[in-house]
Nanobody, 127 residues
């Protein structure tokens, strides 16, 4: 049973930092793709970062231009965790952040064929 649970969201001031965590379980292989999506009020859901893992090691990553240089995605395969370090947060980063995955193979990022989703964690950035 594949499950994804996000945590780490909260309210921060502009310029601050947060570290989001995605706890994954039920993945049959050490080859998978995990990505972070977000959805702000009135906007479409968008993929902001993706990581592909093959043999337990990172093979590729991707970032949306709006977060490039500020956000960093990492995977701790042994601990079954994927993280999104968010630095220099801006009010426009305010959104519900989701972790999503395809646990079948190390498809190259960016990747949009995710079939499992967490319930999200809220990030609010005040000016």
């Amino acid at each position: 049973e594949v499950q994804l649970v996000e945590s780490g969201g909260g309210l921060v001031q502009a310029g601050g930092s947060l570290r989001l965590s995605c706890s994954r379980s039920g993945f049959p292989f050490d080859d998978y793709v995990v990505a972070w999506f977000r959805q702000a009020p009135g906007k479409e859901r968008e993929e902001i970062s993706c990581i592909s893992v093959g043999g337990g090691s990172e093979t590729s990553t991707s970032y949306q231009d709006s977060v490039k240089g500020r956000f960093t995605i990492t995977s701790d395969n042994a601990e079954n965790m994927v993280y999104l370090q968010m630095d220099n947060l801006k009010p426009e980063d305010t959104a519900l952040y989701y972790c999503a995955a395809d646990p079948s193979w190390s498809f190259k990022c960016p990747y949009f064929g995710m079939i499992y989703w967490g319930n999200g964690t809220l990030v609010a950035v005040s000016s």
